[in-house]
């Protein structure tokens, strides 16, 4: 079969560039690049940290046109992204507007330091903190 290689999750949003905002100015991740589909009136994104593939899996914003909301489901969980001082994270994800739903601290019953914030379409983001070069 060959070697697989996580490239990409997808979320769905209701706002595109409010969702855009959020991930590059309150995350800090790279608009890399936007495809559009007017015949069947759908948008996709991709973001990522250090220029995405083939160094780091990428997230892809789908947001149809006509859609301004969506159901999470009970299934869906979080999406993890390693940082190297959560603390230092979650000031500098409140002072640009993000919403911190889970201050920074260990995890119950384990010493390794997260903390989770919440997406402006409520999609929940865990930081996990990790030396740098982990």
Known sequence: ?????????MLRVGDLDRSIHFYTRVL?????????NPQYKYTL?????????????ELELTYNWDTSSYEHGS??????I??????????KIKAAGGQV?????????GSTVIAF??????YKIELIEQAENA
């Open 117 to 122: 914030v919440t997406d402006p379409d409520g």
């Open 101 to 109: 739903t889970r201050e920074a601290g260990p995890l119950k019953g």
């Open 75 to 80: 299934a869906y969980g979080h999406i993890a």
């Open 28 to 36: 800090g991740m790279q608009l890399l690049r936007r495809v559009e």
């Open 1 to 9: 079969m060959g070697r697989m290689k996580f490239l990409h999750t």
């Open 82 to 91: 390693g940082v190297p001082d959560a603390y230092d994270a979650c000031a």
């Open 45 to 57: 994104v991709y973001l990522g940290f250090g220029g995405g593939n083939p160094d780091q899996a």
